[in-house]
């Protein structure tokens, strides 16, 4: 095993974890961790199962290290993946959901809003746990933009690119997901205007 330069790129890192350098892939999950977990977590809106779909995504990236492709940046590889996962998970959910009876969107969205007027000290951490309920329960079509541009910083054109859709679908898409997101929240007793 060869020593990891912290400064190394990605693809190389990558080229050294395919010939069975473990050091190197731990690297690249060191390096991309934190920001794959805040966009699981505000897709799925717990942190709980975040940090599982985490674990999930880097076993898969692992998996499918020979399918790489050095010329793109890696973190739009790991966020494909990521994003992957976070749909298995939403419809595992789904079935769950219809075969076991748990709670529908409203009392996903009752919970939120609960948690959000707990108590006066702890306003701000309500409301950005809201927020993350709130944006976890947004359908797919209207959070995945929404991740991508606004908490990911992609642009509209590079978020299209990745999800397959016209940067003009995107703009439609992030419209409504604000508009959306702005209803739920002062459902949940936060004015807030369009994030």
């Not at 793109?72 to 494909?80: E, G, Q, S, V």
Request: aromatic share 8%; charged share 25%.
């Amino acid at each position: 095993m060869s020593m990891t330069n912290p400064d190394e790129s990605d693809a190389a890192l990558a080229a050294r974890a395919i010939n069975g350098d473990r050091s190197a892939f731990n690297l690249i999950v060191r390096r991309h961790q934190e920001p794959l977990y805040r966009f699981i977590r505000r897709y799925v809106g717990d942190a709980d199962e975040a940090y599982d779909l985490l674990q999930e995504t880097f076993v898969s990236a692992w998996q499918a290290l020979g399918r790489y492709d050095p010329t793109r940046p890696a973190a739009t590889w790991l966020r494909r993946i990521a994003l992957n996962k976070c749909r298995d998970w939403g419809r595992r959910r789904a079935v769950r959901r219809f075969f076991y009876g748990a709670g529908t969107l409203d009392d996903t969205m009752a919970a939120a809003g609960a948690s959000a007027s707990a108590s006066t000290d702890d306003d701000n951490e309500a409301a950005l746990t809201s927020l993350d309920h709130a944006i976890a329960a947004l359908p797919a079509q209207l959070k995945e933009p929404l991740l991508l541009t606004a908490f990911e910083g992609m642009s509209q054109a590079a978020a299209g690119k990745a999800l397959g859709i016209s940067a003009k679908a995107i703009e439609t898409r992030l419209y409504r997901a604000r508009k959306l997101l702005a209803e739920m929240l002062k459902v949940d007793g936060l004015d807030v205007d369009e994030p």
